[in-house]
T-cell receptor
Framework: GAGVSQTPSNKVTEKGKYVELRCDPI?????LYWYRQSLGQGPEFLIY????????DSGLPNDRFFAVRPEGSVSTLKIQRTERGDSAVYLC????????????FGEGSRLTVL | SQQGEEDPQALSIQEGENATMNCSYK?????LQWYRQNSGRGLVHLIL?????REKHSGRLRVTLDTSKKSSSLLITASRAADTASYFC??????????????FGKGTLLTVNP
């Protein structure tokens, strides 16, 4: 596609529920990043894929968070047993460069946990 | 963790004035990037400066890099109301498994008053 696409744009869920956030990167971009951004803060690194494998998942806050990229294109961020503290905007970005050059960001998925 | 730290946190100027934002970081880098984010939107890449470069220009943007002081500055000349946004620096930090990940600072909120 023309840009990075993220769905859903908004998700409201109840505490304890399971959530999936999807990212469709720019075609041909091998690197894919997930970030989390809280109000007034900068993007916080969660996980980075190079191809199908997670090159660095050190930013995932705990084992409730998991991400996959099975075919090296679309990625899904999965959050189990959501907590109110998970409320944030989840940003996805892709890049064709390594080491990382310019990242192309999607518009984000705003997650609200009630 | 966040590698970069922008200064000031907020900056308010009049249209036509210049705006300067600073970024400090902690570890050695390959490159440093600046991004812009309008409220509620994804981040947009502005400029990338490599570790062996000292200054770079793009339109009304001027970026400097001082690797000895681990700092960078972004200058926006002849500011416009449309420049109102948050500005973030990002550095490629060497993470787990010797892979590079792009980490962001907390940002500077720039307000340009008409």
């Amino acid at each position: 596609g023309a840009g990075v696409s993220q769905t859903p744009s908004n998700k409201v869920t109840e505490k304890g529920k399971y959530v999936e956030l999807r990212c469709d990167p720019i075609s041909g971009h091998t690197a894919l990043y997930w970030y989390r951004q809280s109000l007034g803060q900068g993007p916080e690194f969660l996980i980075y894929f190079q191809g199908t494998g997670a090159a660095d998942d050190s930013g995932l806050p705990n084992d409730r968070f998991f991400a996959v990229r099975p075919e090296g294109s679309v990625s899904t961020l999965k959050i189990q047993r959501t907590e109110r503290g998970d409320s944030a905007v989840y940003l996805c970005a892709s890049s064709k460069d390594y080491p990382p050059g310019e990242l192309f960001f999607g518009e984000g998925s705003r997650l609200t946990v009630l | 963790s966040q590698q970069g730290e922008e200064d000031p946190q907020a900056l308010s100027i009049q249209e036509g004035e210049n705006a300067t934002m600073n970024c400090s970081y902690k570890t050695s880098i390959n490159n440093l990037q600046w991004y812009r984010q309008n409220s509620g939107r994804g981040l947009v890449h502005l400029i990338l400066i490599r570790s062996n470069e000292r200054e770079k220009h793009s339109g009304r943007l001027r970026v400097t890099l001082d690797t000895s002081k681990k700092s960078s500055s972004l200058l926006i000349t002849a500011s416009r109301a449309a420049d109102t946004a948050s500005y973030f620096c990002a550095t490629d930090e060497r993470g787990a498994g010797s892979n590079y990940k792009l980490t962001f600072g907390k940002g500077t909120l720039l307000t340009v008053n008409p």
